[in-house]
């Protein structure tokens, strides 16, 4: 089984940083793509931000320009920064990973437990 935690959400004004964390653990054996999600209040989750293994990032265009995505793949850990916050990025951020936990296994989608951000005006 694959473990995500995120970390490093929290509430700041409208115009501040944050930076998310996120780190993998357990049966892994390649991580391939990662990618941050957001659920804003009476809205559905979708995609903020992805990763590829090789590190080619993609965004949704609300955030383009103020977030980056990054990853390690010594630590299995994928960082989301965010600048110039605004209250419409306020959400529940998760992270997600496709995960091969064996040689000989086929990839899953694993998810972590969210980190709540809140951006005041």
């Known amino acids: 089984q694959v473990q995500l935690v995120e970390s490093g959400g929290g509430l700041v004004q409208e115009g501040g940083s944050l930076r998310l964390s996120c780190a993998a653990s357990g049966s892994i054996f390649r991580i391939d793509a990662m990618a941050w999600y957001r659920r804003a209040p009476g809205k559905q989750r979708d995609v903020v931000a992805s990763?590829?293994?090789?590190?080619?990032?993609d965004y949704t265009d609300s955030v383009k320009g103020r977030f980056t995505i990054s990853r390690d793949n010594a630590k299995n850990t994928v960082h989301l920064q965010m600048t110039s916050l605004k209250p419409e990025d306020t959400a529940v951020y998760y992270c997600?990973?496709?995960?091969?936990?064996?040689?000989?296994?086929?990839?899953?989608?694993?998810w972590g437990q969210g980190t709540p951000v809140t951006v005041s005006s």
């Open positions: 990763i590829t293994n090789g590190g080619t990032a």
């Open positions: 997600n990973a496709r995960v091969r936990e064996y040689a000989w296994s086929s990839p899953g989608t694993y």
